[in-house]
Each structure stands twice: as C-alpha cells, then as structure tokens.
C-alpha cells in the first residue's frame, strides 16, 4: 500500500538556523511528490513538487527538497528559517495508477509542525 | 497559482441539521474534487471523490449518505453533511485540479470550512 511517513510530530529551531522536516515514502511505481503548508484554521498551500528531472526541488518562501530515491525520502529544507514559517508541513504522494502514472488522489502524511523560535 | 473557494468558512448548526458546503474553482475548471475531513492536529482524512457529472467515489468507511456530494459544473462541487451530529464537527477542505491550462500537476485547496455541531 502506498503511504508517507512523517517521523516527526513537531520540529523546533532558532530563527536563522537551517531547518529540515523529513519525509519518507513507500509507493509503487515513479513518486509523484508534494510539500504542502497549513497556517491555523486555513487551507493548505502547495509548496513544491517532484515529479521527475532534478532531484533537488526548489519551491515557494525559499524552501527546497532532494527527492532520493535509495532512501526513499524527500525531506523539506530551509537555509534559514524565520519565525513566519511555523506552521504545520504534509508531505504527499499521489497515488499510482495500476495502468502507469499516477491518480490524482493525494495520501498525506501526519504532518509536522514546525516552531521557529525568535 | 489557481484559486479554490469554499463557503461557507465557518458553521455552526443544530444537531439534526442538514450543512451544505460549496467548493468553487475560480479561474480553471476541474473535473475531479476532492474532499477532505481534518480533525484537530491530525491530516487530512479523504472522504470522497468528487465526478463532475457522476457519482462521487466514496473512500471506505465513509458514509455516502451522510455526506452527500453534487458535482454538477466544472466548477462546483458541492458537500452536504445530512442530520449532522457533534461528532460531525470538524474541518472539511477541497481541493482540485486544473483539467486545462493551469494544470501543473499539484492539487489547489480551498481555505477550509470549520463545522461546529450543538
């Protein structure tokens, strides 16, 4: 079955410092990959995605993500958080199609919460 | 990015209550929405896929009667949660995905809508 792990519910750094928020998955089949962001009482905001090229994926707000494929994660990255980042990350696959390809159903992880501290 | 309204954003009702919730695609049309159930700190939970057209899929578990979805344009997509009771209470979000131009393979969501049932 497919599914994304989120090893951690809640990851805490200093402004300034780099971040990372990790992500593994287990899919058959090419992943098609998302970070998505959700602040309080609203809905989520796409990130950014891999879905083939290079692995190192550069998104919104200055955050990135290296898809690897022998460790089967996609762990999101900020070289310098700051304090308007903390909010609530999923990672997210995109189901496969038995015919190739991928649905359009997304399957989310847990979610991590990130606190950047002033 | 594309944009996805919801409405209402909040709603509070009288257990027995029937809720209807609307998911509008504003600038792209979408055959497919999807909608989705959040409890407080936990993901998102898929209920349904919504068919612009047909029948909504429902994912197992989920009660297609108790949760009623019309996808009756390419840009509406509509949730109706029928005799809502306060285990209904939740955070209900859609998201969809841009069948023409806009179509850069992630899933745009709506802001969310928070059900309180009495």
């Known amino acids: 079955a497919q599914s994304v792990a989120q090893p951690e519910d809640q990851v805490n750094v200093a402004e300034g410092n780099p971040l990372t928020v990790k992500c593994t998955y287990s899919?058959?089949?090419?992943?098609?990959l998302f970070w998505y962001v959700q602040y309080p009482n609203r809905g989520l905001q796409f990130l950014l995605k891999?879905?083939?090229?290079?692995?190192l994926v550069k998104g919104s707000y200055g955050f990135e993500a290296e898809f690897n494929k022998s460790q089967t994660s996609f762990h999101l990255k900020k070289p310098s958080a700051l304090v308007s980042d903390s909010a609530l990350y999923f990672c997210?696959?995109?189901?496969?199609?038995?015919?190739?390809?991928?649905?359009?159903?997304?399957?989310f992880g847990t979610g991590t919460l990130l606190a950047v501290q002033p | 990015g594309a944009v996805v309204s919801q409405h209402p954003s909040w709603v509070i009702c009288k257990s027995g209550t029937s809720v209807k919730i609307e998911c509008r695609s504003l600038?792209?049309?979408?055959?497919?929405m999807f909608w989705y159930r959040q409890f407080p700190k936990q993901s998102l939970m898929l209920m349904a896929t919504?068919?612009?057209?047909?029948?909504?899929?429902?994912e197992q578990g989920v009660e297609k009667d108790k949760f009623l979805i019309n996808h009756a344009s390419l840009t509406l997509s509509t949730l109706t949660v029928t005799s809502a009771h306060p285990e209904d209470s939740s955070f209900y979000i859609c998201?969809?995905?841009?069948?023409?131009?806009?179509?850069?393979?992630?899933?745009?969501f709506g802001e969310g809508s928070r059900l309180t049932v009495l």
């Open positions: 998201s969809a995905k841009p069948i023409n131009g806009k179509n850069t393979g992630e899933l745009f």
């Open positions: 899919v058959s089949g090419n992943p098609y």
């Open positions: 891999y879905i083939t090229g290079d692995n």
């Open positions: 997210a696959v995109r189901a496969p199609r038995a015919s190739g390809g991928a649905t359009n159903k997304l399957i």
């Open positions: 600038d792209f049309q979408a055959t497919t």
């Open positions: 919504s068919n612009e057209g047909s029948k909504a899929t429902y």
